[in-house]
Nanobody
Framework: QVQLVESGGGLVQTGGSLRLSCAAS????????MGWFRQAPGQEREFVAG????????YYADSAKGRFTISRDNAANTVHLQMNSLKPEDTAVYYC?????????????????WGKGTLVTVSS
């Protein structure tokens, strides 16, 4: 019933920008903290960015700070990740995630729902 559908992935050049979107359905969107995770080949899934239920608080991995911006539109049931100054090491499958947990830390084990992922490839 619950679906998180990502869009916006693709191939970009180093230094370029990409905007990922996630459309949520089947859940009361505003009750969930939303986040983005990524997983590169041979690597564990890692946290990238998170946003609280109202969109008033954001959290970023060190690797994303200053380059990525997460936002949400509760009226549209969407969350976005604006990625600027992309680097080859940003190459990964990016996953939209939702959690009802009040824990301030975004870890994979607290995620209630996952999207299927969208591939971002940054060419060197």
């Amino acid at each position: 019933q619950v679906q998180l559908v990502e869009s916006g992935g693709g191939l970009v050049q180093t230094g370029g920008s990409l905007r990922l979107s996630c459309a949520a359905s089947g859940l009361t969107f505003s009750n969930y903290r939303m986040g983005w995770f990524r997983q590169a080949p041979g690597q564990e899934r890692e946290f990238v960015a998170g946003v609280n239920r109202r969109g008033s608080g954001t959290y970023y991995a060190d690797s994303a700070k200053g380059r990525f911006t997460i936002s949400r539109d509760n009226a549209a049931n969407t969350v976005h990740l604006q990625m600027n100054s992309l680097k080859p090491e940003d190459t990964a499958v990016y996953y939209c995630a939702a959690t009802s947990s009040s824990d301030t830390m975004f870890k994979p084990h607290i995620i209630h729902y996952w999207g299927k992922g969208t591939l971002v490839t940054v060419s060197s």
